[in-house]
């Protein structure tokens, strides 16, 4: 499976965007960019994914790049029960999930 | 979506022994998926359970340590097997649940096993 690069660690203010992004430059054709974030004490949640076009859905925003080597996960408003660790995972022909290290956002009030 | 109830929620045993840990889906599902998280690390793949089948292991995992069990479409065990520290992790199941309605995989809370 190809391979992502996230940030260790990010900070944002409460009620104020974040941008989270994933490098992934030896993404294939039929790659499927996915988001998943890991709240302390509880398992993965899916958050959103893509292919191409930038896709939005009642908890966050993909911007994909057009070569697509590289997407932004967007929180609009950042609240404290978005503090999590932010996973972006590439899906191509494998079923599973392949988790990297992923982002811990930290959101200060 | 589907609710996934996973047990036991935490455990503590001692080394040498063994401990079942038990996922039940609401819906049948085709996949069931065991991960391994180690303390402040991401998530591993154990293995990918389908029913009716011999469960597939992930380089670095095997059936005799971890053997797995998936005798319905809603059910799955993993044993964790002659348990020593190095175990102590909390172990997640997964199923894939896209349907026509639903997207993305959903995950147990978690089983957080202690080995002392």
């Known amino acids: 499976d190809a391979k992502t690069t996230q940030p260790n660690s990010m900070e944002s203010n409460e009620e104020e965007p974040v941008h989270l992004p994933c490098n992934h430059s030896?993404?294939?054709?039929?790659?499927?960019i996915h988001w998943y974030r890991q709240l302390p004490s509880q398992g993965p949640e899916y958050v959103i994914h893509?292919?191409?076009s930038n896709v939005n859905n009642r908890m966050a925003s993909l911007a994909i790049a057009e070569d697509r080597k590289s997407s932004t996960l967007i929180l609009h408003r950042a609240t404290l029960r978005d503090a999590a660790v932010y996973y972006c995972?590439?899906?191509?022909?494998?079923?599973?999930?392949?988790f990297g290290s992923g982002t811990q956002l930290t959101v200060l009030p | 979506s589907a609710v996934i109830s996973q047990k036991p929620s935490r455990d503590i045993c001692q080394r040498g022994t063994s401990l079942t840990i038990q996922c039940q889906v609401d819906s049948q599902v085709t996949m069931m998926f065991w991960y391994r998280q180690q303390p402040g690390q991401s998530l591993t793949l154990i293995a990918t359970?389908?029913?009716?089948?011999?469960?597939?292991?992930e380089s670095g995992f095997v059936i005799d340590k971890f053997p797995i069990s998936r005798p319905n479409l809603t059910f799955s065990t993993l044993t964790v097997s002659n348990m020593s520290p190095e175990d102590s992790s909390i172990y997640l199941c997964?199923?894939?649940?896209?349907?026509?309605?639903?997207?993305?995989?959903?995950f147990g809370s978690g089983t957080r096993l202690t080995v002392v």
């Open positions: 995972i590439l899906t191509g022909s494998a079923r599973q999930l392949t």
């Open positions: 030896t993404i294939s054709g039929t790659d499927y």
């Open positions: 997964s199923v894939d649940r896209h349907t026509q309605d639903d997207y993305g995989y959903t």
């Open positions: 893509g292919l191409t």
């Open positions: 359970a389908n029913q009716g089948s011999e469960a597939t292991y």
